[in-house]
């Protein structure tokens, strides 16, 4: 007893603990932990088959774990723990909404299920109809929906009890850009009013743009984490500056070595290859030290470390084929 | 169960929404019933006027019990017979010649061979053209006589050897007392018999009833496919709900089904099948027997188009097996599976209580229905899940 009530009041909304999962020969998960803070919003990236979905059906108890604990909120979370999914969210990536009940029916029933009742069922089934862009169409048979619209609702469904921890399994996928921005803009105003994020995905813009912090999971394993920044690191943290033009390039490339900023400058001939610790801040310097040497300068382009070559600097794939 | 009754009214909203049900449950099967009733035409016909009837008997007019046997046929309220006296070894060459339905010879000392309990046989001649009547006539006989032997047990039992005098006016009195006789024979001709077009509407109703609870239980793996399912596992519900719910919203579908089509059926076809209250009692079992087994299809099959496949083939072997389409019987080993049939149980029990049985009289069919019931949990539990695994 003494322990739930010290293990409630920890500020992780999720602590996931050595979760294991095998299907017969395969172990699709393999000793994944980590923790998500209340507010917090948390991505798992990678690649198609990595294991994202499995991590997170166990984390939302639909399947059993074959090794390691899930706690959330600091109450044990498996299949048959229903006080647990009261405070969780789940948006499946496949869509799971009935195609022949209305959204407001889909959303007044998996409501009630989870526990909301009367006026409040009411009014939580009109703000998230507001939220999801679907007012005016709430009264029409989901099957007449388009494709993002039933992701909207999809999306929906998981918020409307308002959930401690909101799960989202690539939300993303399939849907035009638009309705993605839109997707993308209501997890941040989410994270915002306080709400932790569980985000998966295999899109690196989506998870740089959303995520406070980041696990790279690949073969059922975290392979790194982190914040962006802190991922990029790994690399070594070095940006990579392209000047483009003409004029005396070897006396620039000659000059430009000597900046401390600089670790090493290519001349390909067209142009100067240089890479630099932060791009950014040595830019000016190194335009500016190039033309001083007589090279023309006439396009200058900065190349950030970025998730994508995190991934490929860890596991020597690139993230999408 | 929280949640239960949420889920069973989404599904039964769903199912009342998708226009199946009705057509499955409700529409195919009376749109059956009426083509089958044309189909046999006027063999279905439930009351038949029986045509009068001769009877050639001997008997010694002082054999008290002999008059008495006689006296009953003769006074039946449902036909006309008229009996021609001759001696009894004329019996059989005048009930040919005559062409009479039926000859009885009651053998000389009849009474005082009952009353001492020896045995004692009536010999019956049919008819060349064994009619109707001769089989109704037949069977009147057979019940005087059955009577007239349970009295003589009855007597035994008490220690007597042989009946007094004075109880043998009182015991031919009593059978000559036609009326109760006559129900009593006629309720035994009924029983587990439904006429043709009972039995037409109570098969057709058995029939379709195992395709209308197949909506609850195989509702499942429709929210599997929908990924439904998915999302109902990540809520405040046990697993033990959702499936609960689903054989709810069948169990409810089913019993609804089943007496609309009963009803319909009795209107349009003029079938009565007794007390309101015994044919609940039998609705209720085989409707259990029917979710029951819709479990065990749940199980076996991966996707809800192999669950609609399953579902009409047992649907129509159970139903032909239990007579939905015509009388089936077998011997030995296949008559004692053919009993286990919850369809075939279900009508056997119908037709007790269309020849007046009631609650009590129907055990025999509401166990055999109930056991299936239990059984098909049971092999659902043992059953490893397929779907479960795709
Ligand atoms: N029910 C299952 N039975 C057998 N293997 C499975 C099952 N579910 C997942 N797997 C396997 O587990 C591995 C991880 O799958 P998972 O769905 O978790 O990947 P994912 O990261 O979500 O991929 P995606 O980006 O394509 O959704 C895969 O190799 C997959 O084939
Ligand atoms: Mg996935």
Redesign the interface.
């Known amino acids: 007893m003494l322990v739930e009530v010290v293990q409630t009041q920890t500020r992780d909304v999720l602590d996931v603990s050595g979760l294991v999962r095998r299907y017969g020969e395969l172990t699709a998960v393999d000793g994944v932990s980590f923790h998500i803070r209340s507010g917090e919003t948390y991505g798992l990236l990678g690649p198609n088959g990595a294991g994202k979905t499995t991590i997170i059906s166990m984390v939302a108890g639909l399947i059993p774990a074959h090794g390691g604990t899930v706690r959330v909120a600091g109450r044990a979370m498996t299949p048959s723990k229903t006080e647990a999914k009261r405070i969780i969210g789940l948006v499946p990536q496949e869509l799971a909404i009935y195609p022949d009940l209305t959204a407001r029916e889909n959303l007044k029933f998996f409501g009630r299920l989870q526990g909301l009742r009367g006026r409040e069922l009411t009014r939580r089934t009109n703000e998230v109809l507001e939220l999801i862009g679907l007012n005016d169409r709430a009264g029409d048979l989901t099957k007449k929906y388009s494709g993002g619209m039933k992701r909207r609702l999809n999306i929906g469904i998981g918020l409307l009890h308002r959930p401690t921890l909101l799960i989202l399994d690539e939300p993303t996928v399939g849907v035009d850009p638009q309705s993605r921005n839109a997707i993308l803009e209501s997890v941040e105003r989410l994270s915002v009013e306080g709400m932790a994020v569980l985000y998966t995905t295999h899109y690196m813009e989506e998870a740089e743009r959303l995520c406070d912090r980041i696990a790279i999971i690949d073969e059922g394993r975290v392979q790194a984490e982190g914040t962006r920044d802190e991922l990029i690191t790994l690399t070594g943290g070095v940006d990579r500056i392209n000047l483009r033009g003409g004029g005396s390039m070897s006396r620039a490339a000659e000059a430009l070595r000597g900046l401390p900023a600089v670790q090493h400058v290519d001349n390909d001939g067209a142009g100067l290859i240089l890479t630099v610790s932060d791009g950014p801040t040595a830019l000016a310097g190194i335009v500016t030290g190039a033309g001083h040497a007589g090279m023309s300068v006439t396009s200058v382009e900065i190349v950030r470390p970025d998730l994508e070559s995190v991934f490929l600097h860890l596991t020597g794939k690139a993230l999408r084929d | 169960m ?2 239960l009754w ?2 069973v009214a ?1 599904d039964l ?2 199912r009342i ?2 226009k199946s049900v009705f057509i499955f449950s409700l529409i195919v099967p009376l749109a059956l019933m009426g083509v089958l009733s044309l189909v046999f035409g006027g063999l279905g016909e439930d009351t038949v006027d029986l045509q009068p009837a001769t009877v050639v008997a001997s008997a010694d007019d002082a054999d008290q019990l002999g008059a008495a046997l006689l006296g009953a046929v003769d006074s039946l309220e449902i036909m006309d017979v008229t009996i021609k006296r001759v001696p009894a070894a004329d019996v059989r060459h005048e009930t040919q010649a005559s062409g009479a339905d039926l000859g009885i010879i009651i053998p000389e000392g009849f009474s005082n061979a009952v009353l001492s309990g020896q045995a004692a046989s009536v010999q019956l001649v049919e008819g060349d053209n064994a009619s109707l009547e001769s089989g109704v006539l037949i069977s009147v006989v057979q019940g005087v006589v059955d009577q007239f032997a349970a009295g003589t047990v009855t007597a035994a039992a008490g220690g007597l050897s042989g009946l007094p005098r004075q109880d043998l006016a009182a015991l031919a009195r009593h059978a000559a007392a036609g009326p109760s006789l006559l129900t009593l024979t006629e309720g035994q001709a009924a029983a587990e018999q439904l006429s043709l077009r009972g039995t037409l509407v109570a098969g057709q109703a058995g029939l379709f009833l195992m395709f209308t609870v197949g909506f609850g239980v195989l509702g499942l793996l429709a929210e599997r496919e ?3 399912l ?10 033990a709900a959702v499936i609960t719910a689903k054989a709810c919203t069948g169990f409810i579908l089913g019993v609804v089904a089943t007496t609309v089509l009963l009803t319909a059926g009795s209107q349009l076809f003029g079938v009565s099948f007794g007390s309101p209250l015994v044919v609940a009692a039998l609705i209720l079992s085989v409707v259990t027997a029917a979710t029951s087994l819709t479990f065990v299809v749940a199980r076996l099959v991966r996707t809800a188009e192999q669950a609609n496949v399953a579902q009409s083939i047992l649907a129509v072997v159970l139903g032909i097996a239990g007579g939905a389409f015509f009388p089936v019987q077998g011997t030995g080993f296949a008559a004692t599976l053919l009993d286990l049939n919850p369809i075939g149980a279900f009508n056997r029990g119908l037709g007790i209580s269309a020849g007046g049985g009631n609650v009590g009289d129907v055990t025999g069919p509401v166990a055999v229905m109930l056991a299936f019931a239990a059984a098909g949990l049971l092999l659902a539990r043992i059953l490893p899940d397929r779907g479960a695994q795709a």
């Open positions: 929280p949640g949420t889920m989404k909203r769903q929404r998708d929908q990924g439904t998915a999302r109902l596992r990540s809520m405040p519900v046990t697993g």
